[in-house]
């Protein structure tokens, strides 16, 4: 029988969640001939009622679906206005029609929604006794399996209680600023990419202590014919750039609710997608009270765990993690250093848990092996579901575990508060199975999750189920304790 209880409150995917995106049409044929020149040519042939009737017809039809879709229309005509001459004059309504000719909506959850995680949110004003506001960050998955990070917001309590809020739009996207390395992270990231050379040495030097983008740029400019001339100095060079942009600020309006909110790939390294975000509210060593997550950035080929740091959910700095253990899926962050030491979860050798630590927070090395399977349930692979919780007891970490047939159900451990390489307790069997309405999906036979929370002695937990829908799991912190053997 299944300790706990999984409640009625439900996530599902919304078509009409969209974004507006640059669309090129033909961008995905290598060929000569450009498609674009010809629908600008097409565009500027209208007649001008004609373009007069359609701009009116396009901003009534999706003003409700994009922010200031005017200015949305605009900004991309002038992307493609390259190709007019420089003495051609544009009316406003000609832009928003030729805009709007390379612009095409995404729906970012149109294929699933899952992999949910949960922390509380930053306003807590207007609640009633007992009552928690919780802001969830969700996998949203849409045309092609392109993954992004979304937002929801639920009501915890009182009591044993769980109630999503409905969601807000339009959606928005972030508006986007170079990020900022330290050299000694860099350096880092150039070794773990491995495109050391003489080149890199080169632009390391010519970096200040603390250096953007631009100032790579800068650097490179600056080289030695003698050495950027050489015959394979520009795929160095490309790879110095692509790592240097990895690292950027995304910011939202005040304006823009948290569910309105969506974080779409921006890095070379993510532009397949930002897959399973673990958030945890993360206290500084400095005393500093914030948020952080990792996810995982996938290009299409490769996956690298990524880090994000914001003081509320709105301002998002996302940066490159490296070391040894950075290099797989299910990163998870303790919420607080233990002995002056950033701590996480890791799971870089693909099948067990492993503790790594860092100085910095951004270059993480493995200290060992936490838990490996032990169960049927967990036979092929385990791995966490989340940041560490900490409790009186130890540290609750939820896990998952992969059984025959790929079927993925969580378990727990327990860890020392102090010493988390010592396992207090783990539970032998699955505290949450998929079976019944649970088993079918985008992704059968899965439960899963990015993280939870305890909100008055329950541990609630947000879980993906068949990676087609968000539902809702609780458990007595004391129940689940109990459940754990040595």
């Known amino acids: 029988m299944t300790p706990g209880r999984v409640h009625g409150a439900e996530l599902h995917g919304e078509d009409d969640r969209v974004i507006a995106q640059l669309f090129l049409p033909g961008e995905e044929v290598s060929a000569g001939h450009s498609r674009a020149a010809e629908i600008i040519t097409r565009v500027m042939a209208l007649p001008a009622e004609t373009v007069e009737r359609l701009a009116v017809d396009l901003q009534r039809d999706f003003a409700a679906r994009h922010p200031d879709t005017a200015a949305l229309f605009i900004r991309h005509a002038d992307l493609v206005s390259a190709r007019l001459a420089e003495t051609v004059e544009i009316s406003e309504a000609r832009k928003?029609?030729?805009?709007?000719?390379?612009?095409?909506?995404?729906?970012?959850?149109?294929?699933?929604?899952?992999?949910?995680?949960?922390?509380?949110?930053?306003?807590?004003?207007?609640?009633?006794?007992?009552?928690?506001?919780?802001?969830?960050?969700?996998?949203?998955?849409?045309?092609?399996?392109?993954?992004?990070?979304?937002?929801?917001?639920?009501?915890?309590?009182?009591?044993?209680?769980?109630?999503?809020?409905?969601?807000?739009?339009?959606?928005?996207?972030?508006?986007?600023?170079?990020?900022?390395?330290?050299?000694?992270?860099?350096?880092?990231?150039?070794?773990?990419?491995?495109?050391?050379?003489?080149?890199?040495?080169?632009?390391?030097?010519?970096?200040?202590?603390?250096?953007?983008?631009?100032?790579?740029?800068?650097?490179?400019?600056?080289?030695?014919?003698?050495?950027?001339?050489?015959?394979?100095?520009?795929?160095?060079?490309?790879?110095?750039?692509?790592?240097?942009?990895?690292?950027?600020?995304?910011?939202?309006?005040?304006?823009?609710?948290?569910s309105q909110r969506v974080l779409t790939p921006v890095a070379a390294d993510e532009h397949r997608g930002m897959e399973d975000a673990r958030f945890v509210s993360f206290t500084d060593v400095d005393g500093t009270v914030g948020y952080r997550a990792t996810y995982t950035a996938y290009n299409g080929r490769d996956i690298a765990p990524r880090l994000i740091v914001t003081p509320d959910l709105r301002e998002f700095a996302i940066h490159r993690l490296t070391g040894d253990a950075a290099h797989n899926k299910g990163m998870a962050l303790f919420p607080r250093a233990v002995d002056g030491r950033y701590l996480a979860l890791s799971r870089s050798d693909g099948e067990n848990i492993s503790l790594a630590e860092s100085r910095d927070g951004v270059i993480w090395t493995i200290v060992g092996v936490v838990h490996r399977p032990e169960e049927p349930w967990e036979i092929v692979q385990t791995g966490n579901c989340g940041a560490p919780i900490e409790t009186a007891e130890g540290w609750i970490v939820l896990t998952h575990g992969v059984g025959p047939m790929r079927t993925y159900a969580l378990g727990a451990l327990l860890l020392d508060l102090h010493d988390p390489t010592i396992v207090r307790g783990r539970t032998r069997l699955p505290i949450l199975r998929p079976i019944d309405e649970r088993r079918d999906g985008y992704v059968p036979n899965v439960v899963y999750s990015c993280g939870g929370l305890i909100h008055g002695d329950v541990l609630w937990i947000p879980i993906g189920v068949g990676d087609s829908r968000i539902g809702v799991y609780s458990v007595g912190v004391s129940e689940l304790c109990a459940l754990m053997i040595t």
Not at 151 to 159: C, D, L, Q
Not at 164 to 192: C, I, K, M, T, Y
Request: contains cysteine.
């Open 96 to 258: 928003i029609v030729l805009g709007a000719s390379f612009t095409a909506e995404f729906a970012v959850e149109g294929a699933a929604l899952c992999n949910p995680s949960a922390v509380a949110h930053p306003d807590q004003s207007g609640l009633g006794r007992g009552e928690l506001r919780v802001a969830i960050a969700v996998r949203a998955i849409g045309e092609g399996h392109l993954s992004s990070i979304g937002f929801a917001e639920a009501i915890v309590g009182p009591g044993r209680s769980w109630r999503f809020q409905e969601r807000a739009r339009p959606l928005w996207r972030a508006h986007l600023e170079d990020g900022d390395w330290s050299v000694d992270h860099f350096r880092a990231a150039v070794e773990h990419e491995g495109i050391v050379g003489e080149i890199s040495h080169a632009v390391i030097r010519a970096l200040p202590s603390r250096f953007t983008a631009a100032d790579i740029g800068a650097a490179i400019s600056a080289l030695p014919v003698s050495l950027s001339a050489r015959a394979d100095s520009h795929r160095q060079i490309a790879a110095l750039r692509d790592l240097a942009s990895s690292t950027y600020r995304a910011t939202f309006p005040p304006e823009a609710g948290l």
